[in-house]
């Protein structure tokens, strides 16, 4: 594998005609759910801006907090799959040349303060909602974070016997 990268390979330049399961979700999602309402809805609760760092867009926070429900990202897993994926990037309005990716305690303290003010439940219902009334039925995902584990090299001991513990 070698470090240039082509223009194949580059998402914008990309000449890809077919759109994946993914994209045309996202699409269909972006269209159908009502963005301004639920913003709306949350704003009284979102944090002002002080004399600080500004809060991230209420409506980016909404959005990544839709991308965890719907594939199941973790805090974590949300803020890598954000550095790691074009298409979430896009769909939530970052610009890595612009824009801060928010870390996994900011996506965390935003899902607190949905649950804190019972918001969670109102906006999927909202949400909800809408989609009945197109006719359309939503099912979570699952994006599964791989993880490596380092795990013993061999079951069996020093005197060459498997270990009943580590063998089932």
């Not at 980016?60 to 974590?76: C, T, V």
């Not at 790691?84 to 305690?105: K, N």
Request: charged share 30%; hydrophobic share 40%.
């Amino acid at each position: 594998m070698s470090g240039q990268i082509t223009f194949a390979e580059e998402p914008s330049l990309s000449r890809r005609r077919k759109q994946t399961k993914r994209e045309r979700f996202l699409a269909e999602m972006d269209a159908v759910v009502p963005w301004a309402r639920l913003v709306a809805l949350i704003e009284p609760h979102y944090p002002k801006g002080g004399s600080g760092r500004k809060p991230m867009p209420l409506e980016r926070m909404l959005r990544i907090h839709f991308l965890q429900q719907w594939f199941g990202y973790s805090d974590p897993g949300m803020e890598e799959a954000l550095y790691e994926v074009p298409l979430l990037r896009q769909f939530v309005g970052i610009d890595l040349g612009r824009d801060f990716v928010p870390d996994e305690t900011t996506i965390l303290k935003f899902r607190r303060l949905l649950e804190r003010h019972a918001l969670a439940q109102a906006i999927f219902a909202e949400v909800q909602s809408v989609l009945q009334e197109k006719g359309l039925l939503l099912q979570e995902g699952k994006t599964v974070d791989a993880t490596l584990i380092h795990a013993p090299s061999s079951t069996k001991n020093r005197d060459r016997k498997r270990d009943p513990e580590t063998c089932l």
